[in-house]
């Protein structure tokens, strides 16, 4: 009589930048796959990526294509992990070839947030002094405050997140503009003072939810990520990608959208916005959410009538001049 060895189920490595946030991230990402498995067994592996390591430049000039993930792509083509949790909006639009965004996880608010110095307390957005410093490291959040708050004065922040809370609590800065998903994430809500609404900001494409890219040939890992999928984040998030996409913006490009889902009905808003914040264009489009990505299409090609290739060629001139 002949026994059977089974071998047992492969181990699977997830990757993950080494940020605080990053981390908090892919621990979440584990913990709920091995709720939904609790036979199988997912190790986190990290990396530091090129743009962790570069903190004293702003991201605009040092090219932002695969800033924060192409470390994490590597090891995955090399098959050293086998998928890699981003923040979504740090996901580029077009991926290498033999990777796929496997699934999008449920989304937390995707909006913007005001952090202010202790003395500004009283204040909201719009009531701050004229030459109140405002720190932000977005493009996108840059030129739709100058548009609307063109009396603030506006410097570059970078770093972690406690280290730009430690140089807003110093005085260097009266207030930051923060992701209000990453604040929340890391236990810090006591530190929004204002969720920015969308005719201030809108945020950045798929900002709030996180975005598994895997092999794309890696039927196992594919079936086992379906279990943390959230369809309707999915939806709004490939319609804002699909609009990105098409004006061919990259994450330091002033581009912002809002996605609101009723039903089966996708109402999609994007701007393109010049970084001084002189010129922008908005746009709205509404139909199926089975129709995401032809939606961001329509959208593109609305604000595109409207002179959105024209700001964005101007700022890509501007950029390059800037990084040479």
């Known amino acids: 009589m002949t026994s059977t060895v089974t071998s047992p189920p492969r181990i699977i490595r997830i990757g993950s930048r080494k940020s605080q946030l990053a981390l908090v991230q892919t621990y979440w990402i584990q913990e709920k796959l091995q709720e939904a498995f609790p036979d199988r067994q997912f190790e986190v592996q990290t990396m530091s990526t090129h743009g962790d390591k570069i903190l004293d430049v702003a991201l605009s000039k040092i090219g932002d294509k695969g800033l924060f993930t192409k470390e994490l792509e590597l090891g995955m083509l090399n098959n050293e992990i086998d998928f890699a949790v981003h923040s979504l909006k740090d996901l580029p639009t077009n991926l290498p070839e033999g990777l796929v965004l496997g699934v999008v996880t449920e989304r937390e608010n995707p909006a913007d947030a005001l952090v202010l110095h202790q003395k500004h307390q009283d204040k909201q957005i719009d009531t701050l002094p004229a030459g109140s410093v405002i720190g932000t490291s977005s493009l996108r959040r840059l030129a739709q405050l100058r548009h609307h708050f063109p009396h603030f004065t506006f410097k570059d922040v970078r770093g972690n997140l406690n280290t730009r809370l430690k140089k807003l609590d110093d005085g260097e800065y009266d ?26 900001s809108l945020h950045a494409v798929g900002q709030g939810a996180l975005g598994i890219e895997c092999r794309a040939d890696d039927a196992e890992v594919l079936e086992l990520l379906k279990a943390i999928e959230h369809q309707p984040t999915a939806q709004r998030c490939y319609a804002e990608r699909s609009f990105l996409r098409e004006l061919e913006g990259g994450c330091q490009v002033p581009i912002g959208v809002n996605t609101q889902l009723e039903g089966t009905t996708l109402t999609l808003t994007g701007i393109v916005a010049s970084i001084d914040g002189k010129k922008l264009v908005k746009d709205t489009v509404t139909g199926e959410a089975t129709n995401a990505e032809e939606l961001g299409v329509e959208l593109a090609g609305k604000l595109r009538e409207q002179g959105a290739q024209e700001i964005l060629n101007e700022i890509f001139a501007e950029i390059q001049r800037d990084s040479k």
């Open 175 to 200: 207030a930051l503009i923060l992701a209000v998903a990453g604040l929340e994430r890391l236990d810090m809500s006591d530190r929004i003072h204002q969720k920015l609404p969308p005719e201030i």
